[in-house]
């Protein structure tokens, strides 16, 4: 539908005012009954209000007030924010707004001197920055924030009366003749027949005309015929420059070539050079027929947040006007316990590969961890990876050799973890093909050549553990049996082979011994049940095999949805097939908790309730590269799913302890975004920090509610508090913009200062010695303070000392009489954690 000069501003349901991104190509002559706020992010463009044009760039704000008919051009390549705030909207907020008029801003001398002028900037960004984050009262604080603006408008940029306004008796005939051009200014219409259409004389049309909107009458139809011509000229690259022309009403080809360079300033070829773009890819490619071109906000959002941390330091102001506040009250009975607490999620951690295991560096951290917040058990892959060098053939003859499994058992032994082993991958000798790998350091996930020689591998190799560390203690350990066979990426081999490769393994160990225990497959959870472990278990029955005990994988990824399409091409077999069947992280912060619930009842409906689950994997995503992996946020994460999920099931093996890990190429930089609690140089994160907190934890459940828990140890009292804030959806949804090597707090929702008030009842009576111990982005973020420092990518020794030396949590002691020790009151940040522990002195 053609576009009238009288625009009708489209406003969001949820909001009284429109806040969109755009870029500008040409926007011809119009009106509208909203001012409208033009904010430049990138670029240059020329804004014409009546018969004053002026040039506005980065960072300038233009003015347009309501009614006053106006056309944009864009000079170079932009980005722009446009706010369009209806009349009728302010009139309810500001008695008489509709009779006032303001300062265009843009060309004020010395308007950035002003700080009124930089206040409305800031919360220009900040209006962009909520609208595509869309939090809980993102409405509310949309609105508080609009209003400040024409708070300040009002009180310091109020003008008089500006000439140029449509008047309203007129805007009925303008819209006819306006409507009446869109629709034939291909044809060579004449200033006579429209006069005539529209019964009046010639000259009183001209004059309508140019008083009304600022052109005279050929001006208006040649900018109405190169608004079509430059859509044309974008899109469709094939079609000629003088065709384009004739299209669109151009007489002439010198006409078309006068009126495109008195408005661009280059010629048609020179601009479709600039603004190429490629049709193919539809979500990053503007749509030019709009005069306001709709893209992809990342750029757009990147450049916000550059304006905001930009003003932040100019300012000297923080940003945390954005951050709300919630408060919660509490009184516990500590005489009553609710529940005993094993702390399942102490049972297991993991590294990548079993070769890591022996690194210096590895062992220095697993020594780390063991001193501060020990675990019982350590899981890994690549057993039998070749640089293991378990397994050889000399002459066609196996030989088996345990040299590095002994030096890897003897020192896990040492420091007090067993092994969790996961019986896998294949030696490159043994398999039908030694090309199927995985991992920048191979690791070969093909089927054997034959199950006889493989089960002879694992028989060789339990049966030397056994003789070396005794049946009692091998007994004791863990042996999960390979990795997401679901997946071909891990299993390129049928169902059919993997089932009975597992049956013939699990003969094996028990033939060993019945003590031994064998694993089902590490499986993972999003992938529906009776895709693959429904069949697997009822092969475990039918053959008198099932395991002894049940591990599965859990990261926060939704299932792509199935289509027409991919039931046709049986979805389950797309599962196996594709890693990318997986999308973006789901949107449901509390996904594990419903997980956990969900695989309990199946095995429940299963009849293998009886057996335990291991979480032999858990992460908030899969990806090495994730930047806020290094953060706060990862220390808010773990306390929220290790609480909320307190000894659901046997462990929870959070994926991995270290950076070092050789799935992937190693990274220059130390806060890549690795999965690991440490980096690469054994500094350990706040993830790490966040689990030596909850290993303070007591071992009965006093009380627990949605970002804290009460425990007793004794005769002493733990409180443990969390600020866990969600991924916003346009992050979820992959867009990475406002994440940087040092910027990366701005894509979380529902951001929020936590004020929690814990009262304690019925506590004896005596003096409490009071430790708190508090994660925040000042205390115990290394990577906050690596930023602080300068982010430097080449670190000292003595810059790693330091910044192992920042990764302590703030604390705190005093001593309280028993009236004082009744109540404890925290005040977290998004993303803190904090740790009370209330001791009786004698």
Same mark, same amino acid.
């Given at each position: 539908?053609?576009?009238?000069?009288?625009?009708?501003?489209?406003?969001?349901?949820?909001?009284?005012?429109?806040?969109?991104?755009?870029?500008?190509?040409?926007?011809?002559?119009?009106?509208?009954?909203?001012?409208?706020?033009?904010?430049?992010? *990138?670029?240059?463009?020329?804004?014409?209000?009546?018969?004053?044009?002026?040039?506005?760039?980065?960072?300038?704000?233009?003015?347009?007030?309501?009614?006053?008919?106006? /056309?944009?051009?864009?000079?170079?390549?932009?980005?722009?924010?446009?706010?369009?705030?209806?009349?009728?909207?302010?009139?309810?907020?500001?008695?008489?707004?509709?009779?006032?008029?303001?300062?265009?801003?843009?060309?004020?001398?010395?308007?950035?001197?002003?700080?009124?002028?930089?206040?409305?900037?800031?919360?220009?960004?900040?209006?962009?920055?909520?609208?595509?984050?869309?939090?809980?009262?993102?409405?509310?604080?949309?609105?508080?924030?609009?209003?400040?603006?024409?708070?300040?408008?009002?009180?310091?940029?109020?003008?008089?009366?500006?000439?140029?306004?449509?008047? /309203?008796?007129?805007?009925?005939?303008?819209?006819?003749?306006?409507?009446?051009?869109?629709?034939?200014?291909?044809?060579?219409?004449?200033?006579?027949?429209?006069?005539?259409?529209?019964?009046?004389?010639?000259?009183?049309?001209?004059?309508?005309?140019?008083?009304?909107?600022?052109?005279?009458?050929?001006?208006?139809?040649?900018?109405?015929?190169?608004?079509?011509?430059?859509?044309?000229?974008?899109?469709?690259?094939?079609?000629?420059?003088?065709?384009?022309?004739? *299209?669109?009403?151009?007489? *002439?080809?010198?006409?078309?070539?006068?009126?495109?360079?008195?408005?661009?300033?280059?010629?048609?070829?020179?601009?479709?050079?600039?603004?190429?773009?490629?049709?193919?890819?539809?979500?990053?490619?503007?749509?030019?027929?709009?005069?306001?071109?709709?893209?992809?906000?990342?750029?757009?959002?990147?450049?916000?947040?550059?304006?905001?941390?930009?003003?932040?330091?100019?300012?000297?102001?923080?940003?945390?006007?954005?951050?709300?506040?919630?408060?919660?009250?509490?009184?516990? *009975?500590?005489?009553?316990?609710?529940?005993?607490?094993?702390?399942?999620?102490?049972?297991?951690?993991?590294?990548?590969?079993?070769?890591?295991?022996?690194?210096?560096?590895?062992?220095?951290?697993?020594?780390?961890?063991?001193?501060?917040?020990?675990?019982?058990?350590?899981?890994?892959?690549?057993?039998?990876?070749?640089?293991?060098?378990?397994?050889? /053939?000399?002459?066609?003859?196996?030989?088996?050799?345990?040299?590095?499994?002994?030096?890897?058992?003897?020192?896990?032994?040492?420091?007090?973890?067993?092994?969790?082993?996961?019986?896998?991958?294949?030696?490159?000798?043994?398999?039908?093909?030694? /090309?199927?790998?995985?991992?920048?350091?191979?690791?070969?996930?093909?089927?054997?050549?034959?199950?006889?020689?493989?089960?002879?591998?694992?028989?060789?190799?339990?049966?030397?553990?056994?003789?070396?560390?005794?049946?009692?203690?091998?007994?004791?350990?863990?042996?999960?049996?390979?990795?997401?066979?679901?997946?071909?990426?891990?299993?390129?081999?049928?169902?059919?082979?993997?089932?009975?490769?597992?049956?013939?393994?699990?003969?094996?160990?028990?033939?060993?011994?019945?003590?031994?225990?064998?694993?089902?497959?590490?499986?993972?959870?999003?992938?529906?049940?009776?895709?693959?472990?429904?069949?697997?278990?009822?092969?475990?029955?039918?053959?008198?095999?099932?395991?002894?005990?049940?591990?599965?994988?859990?990261?926060?990824?939704?299932?792509?949805?199935?289509?027409?399409?991919?039931?046709?091409?049986?979805?389950?077999?797309?599962?196996?097939?594709?890693?990318?069947?997986?999308?973006?992280?789901?949107?449901?912060?509390?996904?594990?908790?419903?997980?956990?619930?969900?695989?309990?009842?199946?095995?429940?409906?299963?009849?293998?309730?009886?057996?335990?689950?291991?979480?032999?994997?858990?992460?908030?995503?899969?990806?090495?590269?994730?930047?806020?992996?290094?953060?706060?946020?990862?220390?808010?994460?773990?306390?929220?799913?290790?609480?909320?999920?307190?000894?659901?099931?046997?462990?929870?093996?959070?994926?991995?302890?270290?950076?070092?890990?050789?799935?992937?190429?190693?990274?220059?930089?130390?806060?890549?975004?690795?999965?690991?609690?440490?980096?690469?140089?054994?500094?350990?994160?706040?993830?790490?920090?966040?689990?030596?907190?909850?290993?303070?934890?007591?071992?009965?459940?006093?009380?627990?509610?949605?970002?804290?828990?009460?425990?007793?140890?004794?005769?002493?009292?733990?409180?443990?508090?969390?600020?866990?804030?969600?991924?916003?959806?346009?992050?979820?949804?992959?867009?990475?913009?406002?994440?940087?090597?040092?910027?990366?707090?701005?894509?979380?929702?529902?951001?929020?200062?936590?004020?929690?008030?814990?009262?304690?009842?019925?506590?004896?009576?005596?003096?409490?010695?009071?430790?708190?111990?508090?994660?925040?982005?000042?205390?115990?973020?290394?990577?906050?303070?690596?930023?602080?420092?300068?982010?430097?990518?080449?670190?000292?020794?003595?810059?790693?000392?330091?910044?192992?030396?920042?990764?302590?949590?703030?604390?705190?002691?005093?001593?309280?009489?028993?009236?004082?020790?009744?109540?404890?009151?925290?005040?977290?940040?998004?993303?803190?954690?904090?740790?009370?522990?209330?001791?009786?002195?004698?």
């Amino acid at each position: 539908m053609p576009r009238t000069i009288y625009e009708l501003v489209e406003i969001d349901d949820k909001l009284p005012f429109d806040v969109s991104l755009h870029q500008v190509n040409y926007v011809p002559s119009h009106w509208h009954n909203s001012v409208e706020i033009i904010f430049v992010l *990138n670029g240059k463009l020329e804004v014409r209000v009546g018969t004053e044009t002026q040039t506005i760039t980065e960072g300038d704000i233009c003015l347009i007030n309501q009614s006053h008919v106006h /056309e944009v051009v864009g000079l170079t390549s932009n980005i722009i924010a446009t706010f369009l705030v209806p009349v009728p909207y302010l009139k309810v907020h500001v008695q008489g707004i509709d009779q006032m008029y303001f300062d265009a801003l843009a060309g004020k001398p010395d308007i950035e001197d002003n700080e009124s002028y930089r206040r409305i900037r800031h919360l220009l960004a900040e209006l962009v920055l909520l609208k595509y984050k869309r939090g809980k009262v993102y409405e509310l604080d949309m609105q508080t924030r609009m209003l400040s603006v024409f708070a300040i408008l009002i009180k310091q940029f109020r003008n008089d009366p500006v000439q140029g306004a449509v008047n /309203e008796k007129y805007k009925e005939r303008m819209l006819s003749i306006i409507n009446y051009i869109d629709d034939h200014y291909k044809e060579p219409i004449s200033l006579q027949a429209l006069a005539e259409r529209e019964y009046l004389s010639v000259p009183y049309l001209s004059k309508f005309f140019s008083e009304n909107i600022g052109l005279n009458f050929q001006s208006y139809l040649t900018s109405i015929r190169l608004k079509y011509a430059v859509e044309e000229l974008l899109r469709n690259e094939g079609t000629s420059v003088a065709d384009i022309g004739s *299209n669109h009403g151009f007489p *002439n080809m010198k006409s078309f070539y006068t009126a495109f360079k008195n408005k661009y300033h280059k010629t048609p070829n020179e601009y479709r050079q600039q603004y190429e773009r490629s049709i193919s890819t539809p979500s990053h490619a503007p749509d030019f027929s709009t005069s306001y071109a709709e893209f992809s906000q990342t750029r757009a959002l990147d450049i916000i947040e550059q304006f905001l941390e930009y003003m932040k330091q100019e300012e000297n102001t923080e940003t945390s006007v954005l951050i709300g506040r919630t408060s919660t009250a509490r009184q516990v *009975n500590v005489t009553h316990s609710k529940r005993s607490i094993q702390h399942t999620w102490k049972n297991l951690i993991t590294i990548g590969k079993a070769k890591e295991g022996l690194h210096a560096d590895v062992q220095d951290q697993l020594r780390y961890l063991q001193a501060r917040c020990p675990f019982n058990y350590l899981r890994f892959h690549g057993i039998f990876d070749d640089e293991m060098m378990v397994y050889d /053939e000399v002459d066609g003859e196996p030989r088996y050799h345990f040299r590095l499994t002994d030096q890897l058992f003897d020192f896990l032994l040492s420091i007090g973890i067993r092994p969790f082993i996961e019986l896998g991958f294949m030696p490159s000798k043994l398999a039908q093909d030694p /090309e199927q790998t995985v991992f920048r350091n191979k690791s070969c996930v093909s089927p054997p050549i034959s199950i006889r020689m493989w089960c002879e591998l694992i028989d060789h190799f339990v049966r030397h553990c056994v003789n070396r560390y005794g049946l009692k203690e091998v007994s004791s350990w863990r042996f999960e049996f390979w990795n997401e066979p679901e997946l071909a990426y891990f299993w390129p081999g049928s169902q059919d082979e993997y089932k009975e490769m597992y049956l013939q393994t699990y003969r094996t160990l028990k033939s060993i011994s019945t003590e031994l225990q064998i694993g089902a497959p590490g499986r993972i959870l999003m992938i529906p049940y009776d895709w693959f472990a429904g069949p697997f278990y009822q092969f475990c029955r039918e053959n008198n095999a099932i395991p002894d005990f049940i591990p599965v994988h859990y990261y926060p990824n939704e299932l792509v949805p199935e289509t027409e399409e991919t039931h046709r091409q049986s979805y389950p077999d797309l599962i196996h097939k594709k890693m990318n069947i997986f999308s973006g992280i789901s949107k449901d912060s509390d996904r594990l908790n419903k997980m956990l619930n969900q695989e309990l009842t199946i095995m429940k409906r299963e009849g293998l309730d009886h057996l335990p689950i291991h979480i032999t994997e858990f992460n908030s995503t899969t990806d090495h590269r994730e930047l806020t992996n290094d953060t706060l946020y990862k220390a808010a994460y773990i306390a929220k799913n290790i609480v909320e999920n307190l000894d659901k099931v046997e462990s929870f093996g959070y994926w991995v302890l270290s950076d070092n890990i050789e799935e992937f190429t190693a990274s220059c930089h130390l806060y890549h975004g690795g999965m690991g609690l440490m980096t690469q140089y054994g500094i350990p994160k706040a993830a790490m920090l966040s689990y030596e907190l909850l290993s303070k934890l007591g071992d009965q459940l006093l009380d627990q509610g949605e970002g804290f828990i009460v425990t007793r140890n004794k005769e002493a009292y733990q409180i443990l508090a969390y600020n866990y804030c969600h991924y916003d959806e346009l992050y979820l949804a992959g867009d990475v913009s406002l994440i940087h090597q040092t910027s990366r707090y701005h894509r979380f929702k529902d951001e929020k200062i936590l004020n929690l008030e814990i009262a304690l009842r019925g506590l004896p009576e005596c003096n409490f010695r009071i430790t708190r111990q508090k994660l925040t982005r000042q205390q115990g973020s290394s990577y906050d303070a690596w930023v602080r420092m300068g982010a430097p990518e080449q670190l000292s020794l003595e810059d790693i000392q330091y910044l192992k030396s920042t990764a302590l949590p703030e604390r705190f002691t005093e001593v309280r009489t028993p009236n004082e020790a009744q109540s404890f009151v925290f005040e977290l940040e998004p993303h803190a954690v904090e740790l009370i522990e209330i001791s009786p002195l004698l």
